[in-house]
Nanobody, 117 residues
């Protein structure tokens, strides 16, 4: 089992920044990728950013150049630095961790991001 605890959401004005954190615990040796999804009201959950155990990153086109995903292996924590936030970035952000041998996904509880225009 893997437990994920997110933090860092909140209210920010358009153009501002937030940093989300996701701390993992448990059987983290089984994880080969972590990242973030988001879901706005009435929309499907969409992948925002991923970082693999090898350090490869991938981003949704809508956030490229504005968001940066990183990790601190010593703290078993993944971060999502979000800059130049737009109202359309608002939603619930969910951290996920993917188990390597069967691609099972663990989810965090979600953290809300609100961007005022």
């Amino acid at each position: 089992q893997v437990q994920l605890v997110e933090s860092g959401g909140g209210l920010v004005q358009a153009g501002g920044s937030l940093r989300l954190s996701c701390a993992a615990s448990g059987s983290i040796f089984s994880i080969n990728a972590m990242g973030w999804y988001r879901q706005a009201p009435g929309n499907q959950r969409e992948l925002v950013a991923t970082i693999t155990s090898g350090g490869i990153t991938n981003y949704a086109d809508s956030v490229k150049g504005r968001f940066t995903i990183s990790r601190d292996n010593a703290k078993n924590t993944v971060y999502l630095q979000m800059n130049s936030l737009k109202p359309e970035d608002a939603g619930d952000y969910y951290c996920y961790a993917r188990r390597g041998y069967d691609r099972f996904i663990y989810w965090g509880q979600g953290t809300q991001v609100t961007v005022s225009s």
